[in-house]
């Protein structure tokens, strides 16, 4: 795909309302703002659902959870002869869907 | 908090259309369709984003980028003789920002 987004750019929030609003229907008539506005609760919603525990599935997306890393005990490079506990702390893990793989595959095996 | 997330339910896409318009500023008048049309069209953004290799730097949210997993050699476990060869492929990394990390970790404290 001969995209400008073929030169590996970073997308922002404000670029992601710009191509919505594009990409949306002529006849759903909405202003920049309020698809920023929307998105930006979009985002505030899928984190406070996984502050909250809650998995948050989006289909034709992925899914985000949350796991627990347990507690272990590293080491400061810099005095290997003292033990650091590193506490027990929960991350987010994004699981991609399907159809976000099967593109992948495909840019893929259109690159080479 | 006592909301009814504690329960640890699955959110799905018609679940954040329902949370982000009650969410939004009353003045800012939308339908729930509307929402919908909006959530939908971001997440299909940011896949292209992606599938275009792009990186996604959404502030307060989080980081979206792609790796490359290299090619390796598995094996089947019920046939160990035979090695397989597994092709490099492309995989959607996601890394919370400093936002979500916090309220994480302040949502584990309360827990305890």
Request: hydrophobic share 35%.
């Amino acid at each position: 795909m001969n995209t400008p987004d073929k030169e590996r750019n970073t997308v922002t929030k404000r670029d992601l309302a710009t191509r919505v609003r594009l990409a949306i229907k002529p006849d759903v008539k909405l202003h920049q703002a309020q698809v920023a506005d929307v998105i930006s609760h979009t985002l505030d919603a899928i984190r406070d659902a996984l502050v909250n525990g809650n998995t948050v599935e989006l289909r034709n997306f992925g899914v985000f959870k949350i796991e627990v890393r347990k507690e272990r005990v590293g080491r400061n490079p810099k005095d290997p002869s003292v033990d650091i506990r590193i506490p027990e702390r929960k991350v987010v893990k994004f699981r991609s869907g399907k159809e976000m793989k099967n593109q992948l595959e495909a840019a893929a095996s259109t690159d080479t």
